[in-house]
């Protein structure tokens, strides 16, 4: 062999194994699709919501206000600490940059913890328990019943709670198909149910509630001390200035200062003034939207008493503040399980979410097999059966035979479970019962001139009584209904 001739098989064989691997077969495709990364649940988040960092920052769509109230206070804090601070901290304390460094930095912390973070989202139904709350209010029922009746009304839908003695209702939302629960309300931008809803703040650019309401509060106390303070110590600059200068030659030497004494002067008003109404609403244990639509009374004797109030300050407060944070109901970083055929329920009317048409149609088809078969077994079983009161001393009739064993013990009408019987569907189940039509075509049944006489008529010794007589044409015309029974079911079935 020369070194010429064995290299060329061994480059076939290493071509070919690579052809293998490299080539890949029709049943290869559906795994290599199974392989792609699962959609996580907030990519199909069905609110007007925008998502940043893998789901971890959760916002309102309309978010513009919020950049201008970033560009407010960087710009305001970034010129104080700039032109106001280094000539502050030389003539009076280097503690003002430092506590205008604190209060920046927890305006900051509380501004982004109250936009990025969830406001306490209320999960919408899926369809099943959508399908569940619909046939519970019996809305399925009514629309039914009323397309064919006039004056259809449909159902209340709110439900009763009482809470410390005040009956609460709890209001039907027919987006997220959710009976909401107490101070819970809708978000018309967002498009959400919010737990603890207070307001949409388009200047930190989501919704208010149960989970950042604490946050929100912080900020707008912690911006209205910040805001404060700035103006203040801009004042005081100025003053300082112009003192050694004059004031036109003050103005002159730090224009930021007047830049920041404008903006914090206009500012200023809206802010302690919300900060003072929210510290309002904490103390009472109210929120925003309970307060403008004047739902209670901070009166506790009045009929529409404040049944959230604990009827202290400082324990509202501590409730508001202080309490435990309840984590977020949506999991919009969890991933989305594949869809599993769901098990089909009782048949009650109300189409099963999941189930296809064909699906249906199958179900169909095979209980109406399993209920032709469960009647044509009960309509022959009586063909198989033999009258109990005949016994192996009476004649039986000419041309008919006598069936005996185990199916003589069974009462005359009684159709056997579908158990005991063969399985009707395969063809020789039906020529089973088909043939009976030639079997029954051979007999010769009497007629009312072969009949024997009366009883005080017949001779002595002899075997048929009347009563047997009339046993046997009962028989026979029991077994000629029968017979047409078993055809017209199975002409049906075939159909």
Same mark, same amino acid.
């Given at each position: 062999?020369?070194?010429?001739?064995?290299?060329?098989?061994?480059?076939?064989?290493e071509?070919?194994?690579?052809?293998?691997h490299?080539?890949s077969?029709p049943?290869?495709?559906?795994?290599?699709?199974?392989?792609?990364?699962?959609?996580?649940?907030?990519e199909?988040?069905?609110g007007?919501?925008?998502?940043?960092?893998?789901?971890?920052?959760?916002?309102?769509?309309?978010t513009?206000?919020?950049?201008?109230t !970033?560009?407010?206070?960087?710009?305001?804090?970034?010129?104080?600490?700039?032109?106001? $601070?280094?000539?502050?901290?030389?003539?009076?304390?280097? &503690?003002i940059?430092?506590?205008?460094?604190?209060?920046?930095?927890?305006?900051?912390?509380?501004?982004?913890?109250?936009?990025?973070?969830?406001?306490?989202?209320?999960?919408r139904?899926?369809?099943?328990?959508?399908?569940?709350?619909?046939?519970?209010?019996?809305?399925?029922?009514?629309? &039914?019943n009323?397309?064919?009746?006039?004056?259809?009304?449909?159902?209340?839908?709110?439900?009763?709670?009482?809470?410390?003695?005040?009956?609460?209702?709890?209001?039907?939302?027919?987006t997220?198909?959710?009976?909401?629960?107490?101070? #819970?309300?809708?978000?018309?931008? $967002?498009?959400?149910?919010?737990?603890?809803?207070?307001?949409?703040c388009?200047? *930190?650019?989501?919704c208010?509630?149960?989970?950042?309401?604490?946050?929100?509060?912080?900020?707008?106390?912690?911006?209205?001390?910040?805001?404060?303070f700035?103006?203040?110590f801009?004042?005081?600059?100025?003053?300082?200035?112009?003192?050694?200068?004059?004031?036109?030659?003050?103005?002159?030497?730090?224009?930021?200062?007047?830049?920041?004494?404008?903006v914090?002067?206009?500012?200023?008003?809206?802010? *302690? %003034?919300?900060?003072?109404?929210?510290?309002?609403?904490?103390?009472?244990n109210?929120?925003?939207?309970?307060d403008?639509?004047?739902?209670?009374?901070?009166?506790? %004797?009045?009929?529409?008493?404040?049944?959230?109030?604990?009827?202290?300050?400082?324990?509202?407060c501590?409730?508001?503040?202080?309490?435990?944070?309840?984590?977020?109901?949506?999991?919009?970083?969890?991933?989305?399980?594949?869809?599993?055929?769901?098990?089909?329920?009782?048949?009650?009317?109300?189409?099963?979410?999941?189930?296809?048409?064909?699906?249906?149609?199958?179900?169909?088809?095979?209980?109406?097999i399993?209920?032709?078969?469960? *009647?044509?077994? #009960?309509? &022959?079983?009586?063909?198989l059966?033999?009258?109990?009161?005949?016994?192996?001393?009476?004649?039986?009739?000419?041309?008919?035979?006598?069936?005996?064993?185990?199916c003589? &013990?069974?009462?005359?009408?009684?159709?056997?479970?579908?158990?005991?019987?063969p399985?009707?569907?395969?063809?020789?189940?039906?020529?089973?019962?088909?043939?009976?039509?030639?079997?029954h075509?051979?007999?010769?049944?009497?007629?009312?001139?072969? #009949?024997?006489?009366?009883?005080?008529?017949?001779?002595?010794?002899?075997?048929?009584?009347?009563?047997?007589?009339?046993?046997?044409?009962?028989?026979?015309?029991?077994?000629?209904?029968?017979?047409?029974?078993?055809?017209? !079911?199975v002409?049906?079935?075939?159909?």
């Amino acid at each position: 062999m020369t070194p010429g001739g064995g290299s060329g098989p061994m480059k076939d064989c290493e071509y070919s194994q690579i052809s293998t691997h490299s080539s890949s077969s029709p049943m290869e495709s559906p795994h290599k699709k199974k392989k792609s990364v699962p959609k996580r649940k907030w990519e199909v988040f069905p609110g007007r919501n925008k998502f940043f960092c893998n789901g971890r920052i959760m916002m309102a769509r309309q978010t513009g206000v919020f950049y201008l109230t !970033l560009v407010l206070i960087l710009v305001t804090s970034g010129l104080f600490f700039a032109f106001d $601070c280094p000539y502050l901290s030389e003539k009076i304390t280097p &503690a003002i940059p430092a506590i205008g460094g604190i209060l920046f930095f927890f305006v900051m912390g509380t501004l982004l913890r109250t936009s990025f973070s969830d406001p306490g989202v209320l999960p919408r139904a899926t369809p099943d328990e959508a399908a569940d709350l619909e046939r519970q209010i019996g809305n399925t029922e009514d629309i &039914a019943n009323g397309s064919s009746s006039g004056g259809y009304r449909p159902p209340p839908r709110t439900k009763e709670v009482i809470i410390n003695g005040q009956t609460v209702k709890l209001k039907y939302c027919f987006t997220c198909k959710i009976f909401r629960p107490p101070r #819970a309300s809708h978000c018309s931008l $967002c498009d959400n149910c919010v737990e603890r809803f207070d307001h949409h703040c388009p200047w *930190v650019g989501n919704c208010v509630g149960k989970r950042n309401y604490r946050f929100f509060y912080m900020f707008i106390l912690s911006l209205s001390f910040l805001t404060v303070f700035i103006f203040a110590f801009v004042i005081t600059h100025v003053i300082l200035r112009s003192q050694q200068t004059g004031f036109l030659n003050a103005l002159k030497d730090s224009p930021a200062s007047v830049l920041e004494a404008v903006v914090c002067f206009f500012s200023v008003w809206s802010i *302690v %003034g919300l900060s003072g109404f929210h510290t309002y609403l904490i103390s009472s244990n109210q929120t925003t939207n309970e307060d403008i639509k004047g739902s209670w009374s901070n009166k506790r %004797g009045k009929e529409n008493y404040n049944p959230y109030s604990y009827g202290n300050i400082f324990t509202n407060c501590c409730a508001a503040l202080c309490g435990p944070l309840s984590p977020s109901l949506i999991d919009r970083r969890g991933f989305i399980q594949p869809d599993t055929p769901q098990l089909a329920g009782p048949s009650n009317g109300i189409t099963m979410y999941g189930a296809t048409q064909s699906q249906s149609n199958m179900c169909d088809q095979d209980q109406c097999i399993q209920s032709t078969k469960f *009647v044509l077994q #009960a309509a &022959a079983t009586p063909l198989l059966q033999s009258e109990p009161s005949i016994t192996s001393e009476e004649l039986p009739l000419p041309g008919k035979t006598s069936i005996s064993g185990p199916c003589a &013990a069974l009462t005359l009408g009684q159709p056997t479970p579908p158990s005991s019987m063969p399985n009707l569907t395969s063809d020789s189940g039906l020529t089973d019962i088909i043939p009976l039509k030639e079997e029954h075509e051979g007999h010769q049944f009497l007629t009312p001139e072969e #009949a024997p006489s009366p009883p005080g008529m017949l001779p002595s010794g002899s075997p048929i009584t009347h009563s047997h007589t009339m046993h046997v044409l009962s028989l026979a015309s029991q077994d000629s209904l029968h017979e047409d029974s078993v055809r017209g !079911l199975v002409k049906l079935s075939s159909v």
